[in-house]
C-alpha cells in the first residue's frame, strides 16, 4: 500500500524553539514536496527535493532515499509559523501519481 | 500577477443540487489537479487535466465532473450524485513535465445544507 506517515499529528511549541516535522514514505519516489497550509486554507509551496538538503530562510528540508524519509525543519519559531504543513510524494505507477500526508498542525506560542 | 483563482472561497448548497466550483491561472500551465480535503486526511485527487480537452479520473471521481475547454480554466462541478459533499476543494496547476512543482488556490469551502 502506498503510504505518506506524518509525524507528530499536533505540535505545540514556544517561540523560538527548533521544530522538526517527519515525513516517512513507502515507495520508491521522484520527487518530495513540503507545503503549508495556511487558517484560511491556502497551500503554500515551501520545498520540493528529490536528495539532500534545501534551506530557505529559516525553513531546512532534507530527503534520505535510503530510508525513505524526509524532515522539514524550522528554526527560531515564531508564531507566524503557525499553520498545517503537509509532505507529499511523487512517484511513478505506470504514470506519475502523488500522495499527500494528512499533515502536522503547529501552533508556535508567543 | 500571476497565479490561481478559486470562487467562490465559500458556497452552500441544497441537497440535489449541482454546483460549479471555479478555477482559473495565468501561470501559461498546462497540466491541472482538483484535490478535495477532508479534516484529518490528506488531499485526495478528483480529477486532473494535462492538456487542453483532455482530463482524467483520480481517486475519487464519483459524483463530480470536469471540463477543459481553455488553458485557463478547469471548472469543477459537484453533483447530486456525490454522496458527502461537505469539503474544502482545492485546484492547482503545474508546468508540463515529469518534475513538475504543483501550485495551489486559495481553496472553496463548499456546505451542503
Known amino acids: 500500500k502506498n503510504e505518506v506517515e506524518q509525524s507528530p499529528q499536533n505540535l505545540t511549541a514556544q517561540e523560538g524553539e527548533f521544530i522538526t516535522i517527519n515525513c516517512s514514505y513507502s515507495v520508491g519516489i521522484s520527487a518530495l514536496h513540503w507545503l503549508q497550509q495556511h487558517p484560511g486554507g491556502g497551500i503554500v509551496s515551501l520545498f520540493m527535493l528529490s536528495s539532500g538538503k534545501k534551506k530557505h530562510g529559516r525553513l531546512i528540508a532534507t530527503i534520505n532515499i535510503q530510508e525513505k524519509h524526509s524532515s522539514l525543519h524550522i528554526t527560531a519559531s515564531h508564531p507566524r509559523d503557525s499553520a498545517v504543513y503537509i509532505c507529499?510524494?511523487?512517484?511513478?505507477?505506470?504514470?506519475?501519481?502523488?500522495?499527500f500526508g494528512a499533515g502536522t498542525r503547529l501552533f508556535v506560542k508567543a | 500577477d500571476g497565479g490561481i483563482t478559486q470562487s467562490p472561497k465559500y458556497l452552500f448548497r441544497k441537497e440535489g443540487q449541482n454546483v460549479t466550483l471555479s478555477c482559473e491561472q495565468n501561470?501559461?500551465?498546462?497540466?491541472m489537479y482538483w484535490y478535495r480535503q477532508d479534516p484529518g486526511q490528506g488531499l485526495r485527487l478528483i480529477y486532473y487535466s494535462q492538456i487542453v480537452n483532455d482530463f482524467q479520473k483520480g481517486d475519487i471521481a464519483e459524483g463530480y465532473s470536469v471540463s477543459r475547454e481553455k488553458k485557463e480554466s478547469f471548472p469543477l462541478t459537484v453533483t447530486s450524485a456525490q454522496k458527502n459533499p461537505t469539503a474544502f476543494y482545492l485546484c492547482?496547476?503545474?508546468?508540463?513535465?515529469?518534475?513538475?512543482?504543483?501550485?495551489f488556490g486559495p481553496g472553496t469551502r463548499l456546505t451542503v445544507l
Open positions: 492547482a496547476s503545474a508546468a508540463g513535465g515529469s518534475y513538475n512543482e504543483q501550485f
Open positions: 507529499a510524494v511523487r512517484f511513478f505507477t505506470g504514470g506519475f501519481k502523488t500522495i
Open positions: 501561470l501559461n500551465h498546462d497540466a
